[in-house]
């Protein structure tokens, strides 16, 4: 990604249906009631890997939702579906007469969600009669409520993130930092896990998806050259496997061609203790494969987690949006003085499909990490000193969706703050409908949800996030010929202000990602966070000069 793209990216039909039923939803008081009959064998979206979800696991409950004309939540009910049921009923009373919306989800018996259909609803006195048939990919949205399972508890929050999510386009978990040796000599390191949906057949008639997988390690000092990677890139069951069991343990494999320095690259990530997403939690990161030299690349790394997820996104169930629409901004900016925060909780507009379900755990510690090259297994690297970041991020983009995003530009921050224990993330994402900024800081002391996920100490609003390249800091690649600037100002003001300096710690760190080059990295950030020193390390993701303003 943008974190969109991996992480690193809506307008559905079903939410254009609902534009133009605007208004028609608060119609006069009736008796009626609505009733929901659910198939336990629907058919899947044109998606291969839900198709075999739904085959091999089954629908265990439905979630069902009654929304009103424009999407916000009215009245739920969970459905257990009984053992050989091929249907089964939700009931709601309706009491006035109009267009609702009706969302029911299906999952499996770990809560893993398989999938979720969306359908207008015309409400008359009497009995009204709807049946879904059909079972699609999980739109997601904003709420405030704690209905969907990873919004009730830590233990609900860790299965959620625990389990294939097949309903579900994308799942990312990403780590990314610096590793330090005894000398304070610091390498930055990256490493990546992704599931994606990717249309195969985008000429054809039906929009098949098969899943893709991108996983990989990358390692980069002063002087190598860009980042070594090494990893997996690829449609899965194409001599490519991804696997996710629990306690959390997620790895990718993929078979090298004949005469390869290693027969398979494997890149793997695991809760070794604690409970995911807490404070306290251990994880070790590992990579074993061909780097894009051709020789061997090791790493293994332990870190502890010592603040414990936060949520960068909005509500219970961390829900950031991607972009905002025209008259979404412009009611922000008029009536919430430029609150994306304070809009959604006065409106509960769900924003359906414009975003990603995101968490962050901003400070893991490295307890111990070793990075060997080369078939000899030659340490470069070894200490007990560094400090990452990770991010994990769910997300489903439309056809819309994905025409809205597919041209986009970002610029991607993190700054964390080890004397402080504070963290700020400050993102913009450039799309067709809007320049999106978000920056949020986060602390220990800040209070948490529901699932022990903590809330930022501070959101700062859209007009008070400035993000400005320093001119005089160009640097051209000598790989791709594309310019960057390597050292940024970032303003924040409001009721908490920053003045900060990220400038990255050298400037070779560009990626070549095979059929493209990407630029992110390791930096330093220096400056003010409430008017007092502060110093620290930072994470860039940046694009080429003249592709973002």
Partial sequence: MPRMERKKSLISSMFLALALLAGCGSGSNTDARLEISLTTEPKPANDIHQAVQLELQGISKFQVELLDDQGKALNFQTIDVPAGSKRVTATFPVAKEGSYQVRSSAFTSNDAMLGTTSQTVQVRPGVNQLGVDTLGLSNLYYASNTDLPQTKSAAGLEKFLSFDQPGIALQAYCFFGYLEDDSQNQMAYFSLIQRLEQQIDPSGSAEVRLPFIMSGTGISTPGLGGFRTGGTLGAALVGNAIALTQPWDLSVTSENAVGAVTPKNETRAKLVSGRFGQKGARYKIQSHGADNLGKLMTTEILVEDTMGFVSEGFGV????????????????????????????????????????????????????????????????????????????????????????????????????????????????????????????LFSMDAPKNPNGVLEPEHRWNLQDIVMKPIAGSEWKSPDSGEIYYTKYKIVLSGERSADLTVTMAWNDQEVNAGSRFVYEGLGNVTGTLDGEVVNGSAWLEMQPIGKLN
């Avoid at 994306?340 to 499909?353: C, H, I, R, S, W």
């Avoid at 414009?354 to 340490?379: C, H, R, W």
């Avoid at 056809?399 to 224990?421: G, L, N, R, Y």
Wanted: glycine share 8%; proline share 4%.
């Fill in 317 to 440: 169930n961390a829900f950031l949006p991607n972009w905002l629409l025209p008259e979404q901004e412009k009611a922000i900016r008029k009536n919430f003085g430029g609150s994306v925060e304070k809009y959604l909780a006065a409106t509960q507009n769900p924003m359906t499909g414009q975003g990603s379900y995101y968490y962050s755990a901003p400070f893991l510690k490295v307890i111990t990490f070793k990075v060997t090259y080369d078939e000899n297994g030659t340490v470069v690297s070894q200490g007990t000193g560094g400090l990452l970041w990770m991010d994990v991020v769910y997300q489903t983009f439309d056809d819309a969706a994905t025409e809205i995003v597919k041209d986009s530009t970002w610029a991607f921050f993190i700054m964390q703050f080890p004397e402080q224990q504070k963290a700020i993330m400050t993102t913009l994402v450039g799309t067709k409908v809007s320049d999106y900024r978000v920056s949020s």
